[in-house]
Structures are given as structure tokens and as C-alpha cells.
């Protein structure tokens, strides 16, 4: 099946600083890719869908200028975290769509990210 | 707008307990229905999934039922093991193909 992978899996990094995350599909090639963060005990909300060669689309509320996309190829996107601060630790979960048949969108979700500012 | 409403936890059960997790959702058109697992430390992983009304997906002995007339799809297991502890999600895919997730459901199971 599908396999999506992300690096590093978990991180610590000093507040100020930048973080960069990977996420790679690893047996497809994937058009779209979505970026999730995850709070403790909540849901996952969607931060942005990422489209190869193209800007990422972001969702209302998710600073651009601080959680930086980039879909460089049809196998890898990348989720930078500018100046993070303590509160934007978090687990990050990136899933790539599979395009398989013009009508299969199915998703498949990478093992996700812990990300700690300290 | 589209969403899904999942009972809170946490559920505590004794092995080999009958499990009802439910779900409901609000869409429009005909959204797919999926379950997801997490397990600790881990990403989600797809559990099952319907994508139309009346379809029962099944996985591991989970079940779920697409139904349409009480727009719900509670997940179900006969008989849950130690190794189901996890937190399960309920989903939608709706018609712009963008997923809504519920706010998860975190199960223990004792031996």
C-alpha cells in the first residue's frame, strides 16, 4: 500500500528558531499533500494543502509567514516552522492524496512529527 | 459547513467487551466515511471506510454502517482486545475532497 513517511519524527528546538519538517511519499507520487497539526486530547485541524509547483493554500487562521510550505516535487513537501515559539509545539501530520483513477482521492497519513519548543 | 461530532472519552473496557463508538456527521451531498486509528506515539492509519449509503466497511472486526437517514457511522467490535487501546477518529470526505475529523475517541482496554 501507500506509504507516507516524515522526518524528523520528533524535535526539540529552542524558541527563535526555525524548524523544518519533511514529508515524502514514498511508493506514489502525490499532487496534493495536507498539512494537520494535532493538539493534545483534540481533534486534527488542517493547516494547508500543499500542490506541487504551485503555493500552498492555507487555511483561515494558519499564519503563512510562520508555517512555510513547500512542494517541491511530486514526492516531498516541507513544513517549516519560523521563530517558533513554546506554543507551537505540537504534533504535526502531514498526508499525501494518491491520485490512483481520476476518481480515487484517497489520503494516506504519514506517522506525524512531535515538535517541542522549548 | 461539514463536520462530524464523535462521543467523548476516554472508554475504559474489560477484554473481550462489546464496543460502540459513535458518529454522526453533518454534509452536504454525499461525503465518503472513514474510521481512523492512532495508535500511542503513531499517526493515523485507516481503520475502514463507506463511501456511500448503506455500505458497511469492515477491518480487523471493526464494523461501521454508512447511514444516511440518522447521518451516523458508529464504529463496532464484538469482542476488543488489549491490543485496541488506541485513540479512533471518525471522518468525512466531503464533495471539495478535503477531510473534517471528529475529535477522537480514546479506548482502553484492561485484561
Known amino acids: 500500500g501507500a506509504v507516507v513517511s516524515q522526518h524528523p519524527s520528533r524535535v526539540i528546538c529552542k524558541s527563535g528558531t526555525s524548524v523544518k519538517i519533511e514529508c515524502r511519499s514514498l511508493?506514489?507520487?502525490?499532487?496534493?499533500m495536507f498539512w494537520y497539526r494535532q493538539f493534545p486530547k483534540k481533534s486534527l485541524m488542517l493547516m494547508a494543502t500543499?500542490?506541487?509547483?504551485?503555493?500552498?493554500?492555507?487555511e483561515q487562521g494558519v499564519e503563512k509567514d510562520k508555517f512555510l510550505i513547500n512542494h517541491a516535487s511530486l514526492t516531498l513537501s516541507t513544513l517549516t516552522v519560523t521563530s517558533a515559539h513554546p506554543e507551537d509545539s505540537s504534533f504535526y501530520i502531514c498526508?499525501?492524496?494518491?491520485?490512483?483513477?481520476?476518481?480515487?482521492?484517497?489520503?494516506?497519513f504519514g506517522p506525524g512529527t512531535r515538535l517541542t519548543v522549548t | 459547513g461539514d463536520s462530524v461530532t464523535q462521543m467523548e472519552g476516554p472508554v475504559t473496557l474489560s477484554e473481550e467487551a462489546f464496543l460502540t463508538i459513535n458518529c454522526t456527521y453533518t454534509?452536504?451531498?454525499?461525503?465518503?466515511l472513514f474510521w481512523y486509528v492512532q495508535y500511542p506515539g503513531e499517526g493515523l492509519q485507516l481503520l475502514l471506510k463507506a463511501t456511500k449509503a448503506d455500505d458497511k466497511g469492515s477491518n480487523k472486526g471493526f464494523e461501521a454502517t454508512y447511514r444516511k437517514e440518522t447521518t451516523s457511522f458508529h464504529l463496532e467490535k464484538g469482542s476488543v482486545q488489549v491490543s485496541d487501546s488506541a485513540v479512533y477518529f471518525c471522518a468525512l470526505r466531503g464533495t471539495g475532497n478535503q477531510f473534517y475529523f471528529g475529535t477522537g475517541t480514546s479506548l482502553t482496554v484492561i485484561p
Open positions: 511508493d506514489f507520487q502525490a499532487t496534493t
Open positions: 498526508s499525501a492524496r494518491d491520485p490512483g483513477t481520476v476518481y480515487s482521492y484517497e489520503q494516506y
Open positions: 454534509a452536504t451531498g454525499y461525503p465518503s
Open positions: 500543499s500542490n506541487e509547483g504551485s503555493k500552498a493554500t492555507y
